[in-house]
């Protein structure tokens, strides 16, 4: 596989898990997620869609740039790509616990572990392929967002 082959069978990935996280989302979205008390900080729901859509962009090309080194830095970049699907897999469970199980404080918990993850895989990344690291950070500090986001709602209705 070239280069180009294997960023988009990443993109594709990532954004297929983003699709079914959506589809967990959608129906708490419009009935429960309305009814809780929100920070002021809260954006509004049509934020969520364009910038996760990005941001499973951005991850899908970085992992696609790291898989292009597995040719010269095989167990590292094996190492590096698992952890890029445990903390892919983790983003598509945090979905599925805060919407799906409607339970902030469960979802927060995790959310502190997806954190650490992406943190872990994004030095991986750079050390593989600073580009590729750097495509990272977007999302962590979107997560990190989240994370406080995610704080400032179980608090509020707890």
């Known amino acids: 596989m070239n280069k180009i082959t294997r960023i988009l069978a990443v993109v594709v990935t990532c954004l297929a898990i983003g699709y079914f996280s959506g589809i967990v989302t959608r129906s708490s979205v419009d009935t ?10 809260n954006p509004p729901n049509w934020v969520f869609a364009p910038a996760w859509s990005l941001l499973y962009l951005l991850m899908g090309v970085a ?7 597995i040719e010269y830095e095989k167990e590292t970049v094996k190492n590096a790509l698992v952890f890029f699907a445990i903390q892919l897999a983790l ?42 690291g750097y495509l990272l950070v977007p999302y962590l500090l979107w997560v990190s967002y989240a994370t406080v ?4 709602i179980w608090w509020l209705n707890k």
Do not use: C, H, Q
């Open 91 to 132: 983003n598509a469970l945090w979905s599925y616990l805060f919407f799906g199980l409607m339970n902030p404080l469960l979802a927060l918990l995790e959310v502190f572990v997806l954190w650490l993850m992406i943190y872990e895989t994004l030095l991986k990344f750079i050390k593989i392929n600073k580009v590729a």
């Open 63 to 69: 992992a696609g740039l790291v898989w292009d080194r």
């Open 32 to 41: 429960w997620y309305p009814t809780l008390i929100k920070p002021s900080f």
């Open 149 to 152: 986001l995610n704080a400032s």
